[in-house]
């Protein structure tokens, strides 16, 4: 593993400890409204997950009685919500993938009977719940992989239930489209802003998140049907070709591979204008190829991993100041996440421009630092709407800061890694 400079592993050391004083003091963040809510991605599971992750590395997270205490508090505030959504971000899909990992990982007691029990029976709950929103969200056309039917998948994966992995898989398949040249996309109505059939090329809620979906389900042995698994292969492969064969022309004035949606109707009719996206792991260049990229290698493309890696070279040139997209700290949209896909692109290229890159965000992410002078807790200008409060989740708070740091001091961090999508 390559080592950062002295001096920056010195300030991030020194953050970690401060950020995880913070985050271990209910008292610090009681009030946050991500601490009261069950959402895997938004709320007080992903903090707990990855203080876990944490603690097997660090002393400072040496007291397990105040993470088993916020487990009791994730399970009153399950118990007291009226309306739960199904969710992977924010409900009950990712709530389940929560329980799961703590029993997986081996970070709740075994021989604590009640709480196993209690877990086992809300896990049955969730079952039912999810298993009935196939359909639901099915009939809605909604594959949204954060709000959709591809989280539930998700769930199942983790739940290891081969049927209901195998269901999603088809409906995934029977809603792709074809190009005559045997490329593969997905359409969707864009109810957010566009208010029109869309192509969507972003990671979070677009064809990107459909790649990763099927490419983390063919990584797992003996879950799909053998007559599935070669649609699925088929089905990355020729989606991975529909993005290596629709890329815009960089320009002095285009700096982008990809715009953030297209509407259907000009790709259909060779109508397109070209436009610029964000840098991020949500849309744009860098989150799409290192999903492309991930793909390819579990393919074993080699075609494909070369043409990605030579697209992100020239994505690790971008830098803040030019980025007409607000840039936050998080992970989501910001620039710890950046940092980290850099990082892991590194890993898996060897290639000195992308560990550059990912010092160079790196340090960018300290610059977003915002030292509150009456105590030593920090926060880095996470703004809630319409409140006084920051977030401190994994997706889009302080949580995915202490991720970073951890990922720049120890490599790992696999399992907040998988929460975050960028795992298998």
């Known amino acids: 593993m390559k080592k950062i400079d002295t001096y920056t592993e010195k300030l991030i050391t020194k953050e970690i400890s401060i950020i995880l004083k913070f985050l271990l003091d209910w008292d610090s963040i009681k009030e946050y409204r991500n601490s009261n809510h069950i959402g895997l991605l938004s709320g007080l599971p992903g903090i707990i ?31 007291n919500t009226e309306k739960l959504t199904p969710t992977y971000c924010d409900g009950l899909a990712g709530y389940g993938i929560f329980l ?3 029993k997986s990982n081996k970070f709740i007691d075994t021989f604590n009977e009640e709480l196993n029990n209690q877990i086992d029976e809300i896990l049955e709950e969730i079952d039912e719940v999810l298993e009935e929103h196939i359909d639901i969200y099915n009939e809605k056309d909604n594959l949204d992989i ?48 566009v208010f029109d059939i869309v192509l ?9 998140s459909n790649i990763f979906f099927l490419s983390k389900v063919l990584s797992k042995k003996n879950i799909l049907t053998e007559d599935l698994t070669i649609i699925v292969n088929d089905l990355i492969d020729n989606s991975i070709k529909f993005y290596l064969n629709n890329t815009q ?20 009719q060779h109508t397109l204008t070209a436009e610029n996206s964000r840098l991020g792991w949500c849309y744009g260049d860098l989150g799409v190829l290192y999903t492309l990229l991930m793909a390819s ?7 494909f991993e070369k043409v990605i890696l ?53 340090k960018e992410t300290l610059n977003k630092k915002i030292e509150i ?8 200008g996470f703004a809630i709407p319409n409140s006084t409060e920051k977030n401190i989740s994994i997706l889009e708070g302080l949580t995915g800061v202490l991720i970073c740091y951890h990922k720049f001091l120890y490599s790992e961090a696999p399992i907040s890694e998988e929460l975050l999508m960028i795992k298998y």
């Open 297 to 303: 290698i579990l393919l074993e493309k080699k075609i």
């Open 249 to 268: 022309i960089i320009t002095k004035v285009i700096y982008s591979y990809y715009p953030f949606k297209i509407l259907a109707v000009d790709f259909e």
């Open 200 to 208: 969507d090329m972003g990671n979070a809620h677009g064809i990107g």
């Open 100 to 102: 799961l990992k703590l």
């Open 310 to 362: 030579e697209k992100l070279v020239f994505v690790a040139s971008r830098t803040l100041k030019r980025e007409k997209h607000s840039i936050d700290a998080g992970f989501c949209h910001g620039t710890c996440g950046i940092a980290i896909l850099f990082l892991n692109i590194y890993n898996i290229s060897n290639n000195e421009v992308f560990w550059d890159a990912a010092n160079y965000w790196l």
């Open 373 to 380: 002078q009456s105590n030593e807790y920090v926060y880095y």
């Open 49 to 79: 997950l990855a203080l876990f992750e944490y603690s097997k590395i660090s002393p400072i997270v040496n007291d397990k009685e105040v993470l088993n205490e916020y487990i009791q508090k994730t399970i009153k505030i399950l118990e």
């Open 146 to 193: 954060l709000h959709g039917l591809l989280g539930i998948g998700l769930y199942f994966i983790e739940r290891e239930n081969k049927i209901r992995v195998n269901d999603i898989v088809k409906i995934l398949s029977t809603t792709s489209t074809t190009t005559k040249e045997g490329y593969v996309y997905w359409k969707k109505y864009d109810s957010y802003d």
